[in-house]
């Protein structure tokens, strides 16, 4: 069975760092893109980055971009989402998700989908 949790969600303040984990198993970790969306209240679940299977490609959301870094360790099975000077908008659930092993911005090239982590920004 398939599993992606993710991990290193909390509060903190505006211009703060997080790091977000996401473990899987089930699955051969190092063919899949891996990638990070999320889903603030009222709104539609966005894209936030993306990392290739080898982790040589990356490739962000244009309101993330310069502040967030999405890392991968293939011999553990986890891939990182590194957020620095936060901001009150990027309060949201964040999800990991596992798919086209090229990467993708889109959901629905998506096939395996943690269950969340709140992230949440005061001003």
């Known amino acids: 069975q398939v599993q992606l949790v993710e991990s290193g969600g909390g509060l903190v303040q505006t211009g703060d760092s997080l790091r977000l984990s996401c473990l899987a198993s089930g699955l051969t970790f190092s063919s899949y893109g891996m990638g990070w969306f999320r889903q603030a209240p009222g709104k539609e679940r966005e894209f936030v980055g993306v990392?290739?299977?080898?982790?040589?490609?990356?490739s962000y959301a244009d309101s993330v971009k310069g502040r967030f870094t999405i890392s991968r360790d293939n011999a553990k099975n986890t891939v990182y989402l590194e957020m620095n000077s936060l901001k009150p908008e990027d309060t949201a659930v964040y999800y990991c998700?596992?798919?086209?092993?090229?990467?993708?911005?889109?959901?629905?090239?998506?096939?395996?989908w943690g269950q969340g982590t709140q992230v949440t920004v005061s001003s």
């Open positions: 990392i290739r299977w080898s982790g040589s490609i990356t």
């Open positions: 998700a596992a798919g086209d092993m090229y990467g993708s911005t889109s959901t629905t090239s998506y096939v395996y």
